[in-house]
């Protein structure tokens, strides 16, 4: 990221940069006794490693610019041994300047650090996120109520007349255009908190105090290429489901409607399928796009990169965040929905039983409310994992953590500290 001094920018160290102990020790780390000295390297590591026992990198996880992990596991904690035989020493927990460690981070640390920027910077996340949230409410609110009334719910199509399926169609066009605008709006509040809070998450890894209006200084150059990035993605996945649904709708249309509904279910199904493929390899896009002021096909691509390998786990990891969000939502819609029935009990029993074509206002500005409640309090975990999973996947390939320990002022960081080794008991 070269938004904070010292952050490397992508691209600006090659893959075959040798790793770290290789540079500092080119002749090897110092030996630790004469056990030591004749212990043979395994045949699977060059000379320039270190001796059996020293060092490990985890089975099927390769480090980071090929550099050796000082006896960490996957989970970034030191095994129970060496796999050689002999005792480590404890190996010193990795700094923590901010509200991650830098190192490999698991699905905790990733959604503990998103809680922990909210409740370290509250004041600074909750504001942008509530002016944001209420100015899209509002909008969303007045839209609904004011131009599209009835377009929270779907028309019943009657077939007894050409009328009254004309009239249906019509209906259908106006609930999906409403639903399309307020979707839009939604979408740009979305565009903006993203990008506001994906700052104050970067500060936040560094220990940085932040401010609203550090904030967007850092984010407004990039906010127009973020919209049209947010802007390309959708259109590419619902190019991607209409496209696979288009040989059913054809089917349907030359009067085949049995096998054309078939195929077109077959259709939405697999485009789905691939809209959400899509969806996890772009989904570290917005991120790359704010932190490392890229381009918006420069973003996607360094998107891919990022992703490539590790699709099941980011897949999971946003399906919790997800998850999440969604609970809190409906936590939040519950109580303001039983105000909304005993204060408008008629309207609302009305439009959910299909016998009011409108809703009133104090039905929409409740509902609002509830929405103004839970984007304020979601925006934030949203933002959060989403830009942490980002650097996790930097720190696992490309030795971010190295260079957030410099932007950090963690001058010694990236001297490797080699565990002590006892002599195993066929050296004794």
Request: hydrophobic residues 60%; glycine residues 12%.
């Given at each position: 990221m070269n938004n904070s001094p010292g952050w490397a920018s992508p691209g600006s160290a090659p893959a075959d940069e040798p790793d770290r102990g290789a540079r500092e020790h080119p002749d090897g780390p110092p030996p630790d006794g004469p056990a030591a000295e004749e212990a043979p390297a395994p045949p699977q590591w060059s000379k320039q490693q270190p001796p059996a026992g020293t060092w490990s990198t985890p089975a099927g996880v390769p480090g980071p610019r090929g550099r050796a992990t000082a006896g960490l596991g996957t989970d970034g904690r030191a095994p129970a041994g060496p796999p050689w035989g002999g005792n480590w020493s404890p190996v010193p927990p990795a700094a923590k300047p901010g509200v991650i460690p830098l190192r490999p981070l698991g699905v905790g640390e990733i959604l503990d650090g998103a809680l922990s920027t909210l409740r370290l910077h509250w004041r600074t996340v909750l504001g942008i996120s509530l002016v944001i949230a209420v100015v899209a409410q509002v909008a969303i609110t007045l839209v609904t109520g004011l131009w599209f009334p009835d377009t929270g719910r779907a028309p019943v199509l009657e077939i007894d007349s050409t009328e009254a399926v004309t009239k249906a169609f019509r209906e259908l066009g106006r609930a999906v255009?409403?639903?399309?605008?307020?979707?839009?709006?939604?979408?740009?509040?979305?565009?903006?908190?993203?990008?506001?809070?994906?700052?104050?998450?970067?500060?936040?890894?560094?220990?940085?105090?932040?401010?609203?209006?550090?904030?967007?200084?850092?984010?407004?150059?990039?906010?127009?290429?973020?919209?049209?990035?947010?802007?390309?993605?959708?259109?590419?996945?619902?190019?991607?489901?209409?496209?696979?649904?288009?040989?059913?709708?054809?089917?349907?249309?030359?009067?085949?409607?049995?096998?054309?509904?078939?195929?077109?279910?077959?259709?939405?199904?697999?485009?789905?399928?691939?809209?959400?493929?899509?969806?996890?390899?772009?989904?570290?896009?917005?991120?790359?796009?704010?932190?490392?002021?890229?381009?918006?096909?420069?973003?996607?691509?360094?998107?891919?990169?990022?992703?490539?390998?590790s699709w099941w786990r980011i897949l999971g990891i946003q399906l919790l965040m997800y998850l999440l969000v969604g609970v809190v939502e409906f936590i939040v819609q519950i109580p303001l929905t039983l105000i909304a029935f005993i204060i408008d009990g008629d309207n609302l029993m009305g439009w959910l039983n299909g016998t009011a074509t409108t809703t009133g206002w104090t039905f929409l500005t409740l509902l609002g409310l509830g929405a103004v409640i839970g984007s304020t309090l979601t925006f934030p975990l949203s933002a959060g994992v989403t830009a942490l999973l980002y650097m996790d996947q930097r720190i696992r390939r490309e030795s971010l953590d190295i260079e957030l320990a410099h932007a950090a002022g963690l001058t010694d960081y990236d001297t490797p500290t080699v565990p002590a080794q006892s002599p195993s008991p066929t050296e004794n």
């Open positions: 255009l409403g639903n399309g605008i307020t979707a839009l709006i939604g979408l740009l509040a979305t565009i903006l908190a993203t990008g506001l809070l994906t700052m104050i998450v970067s500060r936040s890894v560094l220990g940085r105090p932040v401010t609203a209006g550090e904030a967007w200084r850092d984010a407004r150059s990039q906010l127009p290429r973020l919209c049209g990035l947010l802007f390309l993605l959708m259109l590419l996945l619902t190019a991607v489901i209409l496209v696979a649904a288009v040989p059913g709708g054809i089917l349907v249309a030359v009067g085949s409607a049995p096998a054309g509904f078939a195929l077109a279910s077959l259709g939405l199904l697999a485009g789905s399928a691939a809209a959400i493929w899509l969806w996890v390899r772009f989904c570290l896009a917005p991120p790359a796009l704010m932190l490392e002021k890229q381009g918006v096909i420069a973003s996607m691509r360094r998107s891919a990169k990022l992703v490539r390998g």
